[in-house]
C-alpha cells in the first residue's frame, strides 16, 4: 500500500529537548516536503526536498532542520523546541514538484 | 501576509445540494492550482487541480473553476454527500513551492 508514515504521531516534551519526528515514503517519490498546521492559518510549508541532498527552504523554515540522505526518509529536526512549535506537523511527498501531493497521517507535537 | 485566502471558515449544505467552496491568491505568478480535503485524525487527500491555462476542471462530481482576471478559484460538488463534510483546503503552486488557505469546514446535512 502506497503510504507515508510519520512517526511519533503524539509527542508531549519540554522547551529545549531535541526532538526529531521521522517521515519515510514507500512511492520512490522524488520530492517531499514537511508542513505545519494551526488554526486559521492553513498549512505553511516549513521545508522541502526535490531529491536526495537537495533540501530548500518553505515558508517558516525557522527554528527546524531537516536531512535527506535517503530518498524514502526526510526527517524533521528541532534541536531547541520551543512553545510557538507546538501545533500539528504533516509530511507529504510526490513524484515531481508541485504535483499531487500523498500526506502522512500527522504528529500533534506539543512544546511546554 | 496570507497570498491564498479561503474566506469562507465554514459552510453547511443540504445533502443532495451543491456546494461551492471559494479561494482567492494574490499572487499571478501562481501556475498550478490544487485542492485538498481533510478528515480528522487524518492527513490531506488530492481531490482535483486545474493548470493555470484551463478555466475548468471536471472529475465526477467535483469541478474546479480558475478565473485568472479576478485571480478566483472555486470547487463545486454536486450533489453533496454526507460523507463530503470535511475540511478543504485549496493550494497554489509557484517554483518548487506550495502555498495553501486556512481550508474552510464543509457540513453536509442529511
Known amino acids: 500500500e502506497a503510504q507515508v508514515t510519520q512517526n511519533p504521531r503524539y509527542l508531549i516534551t519540554v522547551t529545549g529537548k531535541k526532538l526529531t519526528v521521522t517521515c519515510s515514503q514507500n512511492m520512490n517519490h522524488e520530492y517531499m516536503s514537511w508542513y505545519r498546521q494551526d488554526p486559521g492559518l492553513g498549512l505553511r510549508q516549513i521545508y522541502y526536498?526535490?531529491?536526495?541532498?537537495?533540501?530548500d527552504k518553505g515558508d517558516v523554515p525557522e527554528g527546524y532542520k531537516v536531512s535527506r540522505k535517503e530518498k524514502r526518509n526526510f526527517p524533521l529536526i528541532l534541536e531547541s523546541p520551543s512553545p510557538n512549535q507546538t501545533s500539528l506537523y504533516f509530511c507529504?511527498?510526490?513524484?515531481?514538484?508541485?504535483?499531487?501531493?500523498?500526506f502522512g497521517d500527522g504528529t500533534r507535537l506539543s512544546i511546554l | 501576509d496570507q497570498q491564498v485566502k479561503q474566506n469562507s471558515p465554514s459552510l453547511s449544505v443540504q445533502e443532495g445540494r451543491i456546494s461551492i467552496l471559494n479561494c482567492d491568491y494574490t499572487n499571478s505568478m501562481f501556475d498550478y492550482f490544487l485542492w485538498y480535503k481533510k478528515y480528522p485524525a487524518e492527513g490531506p487527500t488530492f481531490l482535483i487541480s486545474i493548470s493555470s491555462i484551463k478555466d475548468k476542471n471536471e472529475d465526477g462530481r467535483f469541478t474546479v473553476f480558475l478565473n485568472k482576471s479576478a485571480k478566483h478559484l472555486s470547487l463545486h460538488i454536486v450533489p453533496s454527500q454526507p460523507g463530503d463534510s470535511a475540511v478543504y483546503f485549496c493550494?497554489?503552486?509557484?517554483?518548487?513551492?506550495?502555498?495553501f488557505g486556512a481550508g474552510t469546514i464543509l457540513r453536509v446535512k442529511s
Open positions: 507529504a511527498s510526490s513524484p515531481g514538484t508541485g504535483q499531487p501531493q500523498h
Open positions: 493550494a497554489a503552486r509557484y517554483g518548487n513551492k506550495l502555498v
Open positions: 526536498s526535490m531529491n536526495v541532498e537537495v533540501t
